[in-house]
């Protein structure tokens, strides 16, 4: 069964940093590309950032140059550290992943940036 479970978000002042993790199973986390995704109140979905079997990224342009997204193959886990954060970032951050053409997703980890 794939699982993957999200944590380090909480409450951060404008211009501060999280790291996200999300913790992967139930498949061969290295032959996968993961991304994360938020959803601000009363939004929608909204792609954040991909990182690729090689470690390739790509990132939204409202988060260039302020997020970074990396994984460790070795336990299983992607990371998003965001930096200079701003109350816009303010969501809910799910990882996804696509396996065999099925999409799966986190629970979500509560980002909310405000002073």
């Known amino acids: 069964e794939v699982q993957l479970v999200e944590s380090g978000g909480g409450l951060v002042q404008p211009g501060g940093s999280l790291r996200l993790s999300c913790a992967a199973s139930?498949?061969?986390?290295?032959?996968?590309?993961m991304s994360w995704v938020r959803q601000a109140p009363g939004k929608g979905l909204e792609w954040v950032s991909q990182?690729?079997?090689?470690?390739?990224?790509r990132y939204a342009d409202s988060v260039k140059g302020r997020f970074t997204v990396s994984r460790d193959n070795a336990k299983n886990t992607v990371y998003l550290q965001m930096s200079s954060l701003k109350p816009e970032d303010t969501a809910v951050y799910y990882c996804?992943?696509?396996?065999?053409?099925?999409?799966?997703w986190g629970q979500g980890t509560q980002v909310t940036v405000s002073s």
């Open positions: 996804n992943a696509v396996v065999t053409r099925n999409q799966y």
């Open positions: 990182i690729s079997t090689s470690s390739n990224t």
């Open positions: 139930g498949f061969t986390f290295s032959r996968y590309a």
